[in-house]
């Protein structure tokens, strides 16, 4: 069972920051939070991962609080092509696998 | 460079029927996976693959599936005979090393 606890849905207005939060309360010191979403009718795809500290890329910034019980992934001007099911996994960097939950399913309004 | 390719995207069979569903995966990716997802539910993972050697097969239902990889490149999941409940998207995905998994666009199965 997915270990991470996320909000069913969100909306956000198009150009403005899209913030999803995720819970992880019992995540381990050796697991790392990896974010993916899937756009309809599409496969999964990769966005980001961190362990402790915040990271940034070109898609998206996670934030890690310092507890490590909870994050958030900030897509900073959210456009119509971000709508997607957003999944927040609890994953043990060497093992491979990948435990999704049911994602939260966001929204961008015109 | 090209994504994990699978075929075919959609399938439409009759219960009872056998079905077969192909991968091929990002070039160079030794470790290959095998999702099902249900209508509203994240994927599952059925079965991973590091080269040509299942190394977790825990959730697949052994009974009726089953899945190869020869080579260790491109791979076959294979349902027989297909139920009702078997109506899902079958997703794979490759990664390299531990890295990241990229998936393809998935086959939706609808048995009927």
């Known amino acids: 069972d997915a270990k991470t606890t996320q909000p069913t849905s969100m909306d956000c207005a198009e150009g403005r920051a899209a913030n999803l939060p995720c819970n992880h309360s019992?995540?381990?010191?050796?697991?790392?939070v990896y974010w993916y979403r899937q756009i309809h009718s599409q496969g999964p795809q990769y966005i980001i991962h961190g362990l402790k500290n915040n990271e940034t890329n070109e898609m998206a910034s996670l934030i890690i609080t310092e507890d490590r019980k909870s994050s958030t992934l900030i897509l900073p001007h959210a456009t119509l092509r971000d709508t997607a099911v957003y999944y927040c996994i609890e994953r043990n960097f060497g093992n491979e696998k990948l435990t999704f939950g049911t994602g939260t399913r966001l929204t961008i309004i015109p | 460079e090209a994504g994990v390719v699978q075929s075919p995207r959609y399938k439409i069979i009759e219960k009872k029927q056998p079905v077969a569903f192909w991968c091929n995966p990002i070039s160079g990716h030794n470790t290959l996976y095998w999702y099902r997802q249900n209508l509203g539910q994240g994927p599952e993972l059925l079965i991973r693959?590091?080269?040509?050697?299942?190394?977790?097969d825990s959730q697949l239902p052994k009974d009726r599936f089953s899945a190869e990889r020869l080579k260790g490149v491109d791979s076959t999941l294979k349902i027989q005979p297909a139920e009702l409940g078997d109506s899902a998207v079958y997703l794979c995905?490759?990664?390299?090393?531990?890295?990241?998994?990229?998936f393809g666009p998935g086959t939706r199965l609808t048995v009927t």
């Open positions: 019992t995540i381990s010191g050796n697991e790392y």
């Open positions: 995905a490759s990664s390299s090393q531990g890295h990241e998994q990229y």
């Open positions: 693959y590091e080269n040509e050697e299942a190394v977790d």
